[in-house]
């Protein structure tokens, strides 16, 4: 089975993240292939997809967005898992507690008729000079902390289950 790990990616730890999603999707002896969404434009070649985006104000990315619209028939026929990217592992404290609640929230932002088996949000590199003064002002009020807060264990993890499930399939 071919996969396509796509990715759209602000600052590149959604790369990072789908990179090492598609090495454990090869170390379980599938074919995968890590792209940037909005360089696609053979989806049809893929007999599976891991697509997943940065999320900015709660909601992905357009190029990510775009993927889904305008590929949404050939999705419906494949098999899908998504993956989202923000900062939940930067927070602390209640705002920490409440960053799982964004989950439901991204996924309601994306097309009402995608059809996925599953969603994981990941936590990413988080770095000043990635926010405006306000939004690193609000940042530091929050309790955030910068740097890298990516769970390889837990993305690793998810590789192999779906590693599992397209064997199996």
Not at 131 to 144: A, D, Q, S, T, V
């Amino acid at each position: 089975m071919h996969v396509l790990v796509g990715y759209a990616t602000a600052h590149g730890s959604t790369r990072g993240v789908a990179e090492r999603l598609a090495a454990g999707l090869c170390r379980a002896g599938l074919k995968a292939d890590v792209r940037p969404l909005e360089d696609v434009n053979d989806a049809d070649g893929y007999g599976a997809f891991v697509l997943g985006s940065a999320v900015h104000n709660q909601s992905w990315l357009d190029p990510a967005r775009g993927f889904l619209r305008d590929n949404s028939e050939l999705l419906g026929s494949r098999p899908v898992w998504i993956f989202s990217v923000g900062m939940p592992g930067a927070l602390r404290g209640p705002w920490k507690r409440m960053a799982p609640r964004e989950a439901s929230v991204i996924v309601r932002s994306l097309s009402a008729d995608l059809s996925y088996r599953d969603h994981r949000l990941f936590s990413g590199i988080i770095r000043a000079s990635q926010l405006p003064r306000g939004g690193r002002i609000r940042f530091r009020l929050m309790g955030g902390r910068y740097g890298d807060h990516r769970d390889w264990d837990a993305i690793d993890g998810w590789a192999s289950e779906i590693a599992v499930e397209l064997r199996h399939a």
